[in-house]
């Protein structure tokens, strides 16, 4: 009898048989398996970003359960609005309030004992969005000097509406307004919308563009000869 067992189960009685051409002979083997205590307990990813007032989870842990049944547990108290699923181990729920990046020990127990893991989890906050300048007025055909956001959280993506002045774009992945505007434009308000984990957060900014172009014009005079 060989092998590596996998799951642990009660003392149990089996049958072994031995036989030949001259008839068999029967013995009684009594077997148990005892579960170990779990180990390799993990999370991938180890680290979470979750957002405020946003329902979001953690994967499902793998562990090597030691051939008993595991309940999952935080030995640290979570953020407010997770919790923990003792079957399966995930982390869910609805967070109410931001934080920074926190480790949280995460244990794994059986009958014969335990094991831990640590998780980082941080909640992002709505972005609180701001350009540098604002109201601004650029001039056809100079480029301008890139109107750059603070935000306060991380943001994962941008937009703008309506479409800025010809010649001028916002950068989907930083929010950056540059560009050399190509023809004059009243004063008008373009929101800026920041979107990440934690929400949206918007900006309206003003932007006029003024034609500068030299006006050559001619002033007749009279000259009186004599």
Do not use: C
């Amino acid at each position: 009898i060989s092998g590596t067992p996998t799951i642990a189960s009660s003392s149990s009685n089996y049958l072994v048989t031995a036989t030949n051409s001259y008839g068999s002979d029967t013995e009684t083997v009594n077997i148990a398996v005892n579960a170990v205590a779990p180990s390799a307990l993990s999370y991938s990813p180890n680290a979470y970003l979750f957002g405020v007032n946003h329902l979001d989870s953690t994967s499902a842990p793998a562990v090597n359960n030691g051939g008993g049944t595991i309940t999952y547990s935080a030995d640290d108290p979570l953020p407010s609005g997770l919790s923990i699923n003792a079957t399966t181990g995930r982390i869910s729920g609805t967070p109410s309030a931001s934080q920074a990046a926190t480790n949280y020990a995460i244990r794994a127990t059986n009958s014969q004992g335990s094991t831990t893991v640590s998780v980082s989890i941080r909640i992002a906050a709505i972005p609180v969005l701001s350009y540098a300048s604002n109201p601004v007025v650029y001039v056809k055909g100079s480029a301008i000097t890139s109107n750059i956001p603070t935000t306060g959280d991380t943001v994962t993506s941008w937009s703008v509406s309506p479409s800025l002045p010809s010649g001028l774009s916002l950068s989907t992945s930083t929010g950056i307004i540059s560009g050399t505007p190509t023809a004059a434009a009243a004063s008008a308000n373009y929101t800026v919308t920041a979107m990440g984990p934690g929400g949206n957060g918007q900006a309206v900014v003003s932007i006029s563009v003024v034609d500068l172009s030299p006006v050559i014009a001619y002033v007749r005079s009279s000259i009186n000869a004599t």
